[in-house]
């Protein structure tokens, strides 16, 4: 069992910038894979960022330049820096990670308005 816990979503005005954070715990070593994924109202979730132990990582176009996906050193946490933020980012984003299963967060709100 995974459990993938999300945080530092809130409210931001356009241009500005956010940092999430997702911690992973369970009887797990070490995970592979680990992504961000975002659900805006009405639309279907897409796959915002991903990342590989090993260092790979791969970004949604509408994101590249301007999202960072990045692995902690201890433990299994999973970053995504989020800059010059519009409006049309405005979602929850989910992070995700498999170890033979899908395991999924709950989410945090990012809302970016002014």
């Known amino acids: 069992q995974v459990q993938l816990v999300e945080s530092g979503g809130g409210l931001v005005q356009p241009g500005g910038s956010l940092r999430l954070s997702c911690a992973a715990s369970?009887?797990?070593?070490?995970?592979?894979?680990m992504n961000w994924y975002r659900q805006a109202p009405g639309k279907e979730r897409e796959l915002v960022a991903a990342s590989t132990s090993d260092g790979s990582t791969d970004y949604a176009d509408s994101v590249k330049g301007r999202f960072t996906i990045s692995r902690g050193n201890v433990g299994n946490t999973v970053y995504l820096q989020m800059n010059n933020l519009n409006p049309e980012d405005t979602a929850v984003y989910y992070c995700h990670a498999r170890y033979g299963l899908d395991y999924w967060g709950k989410g945090t709100l990012v809302i970016v308005s002014s």
């Open positions: 369970g009887s797990i070593f070490k995970l592979n894979g």
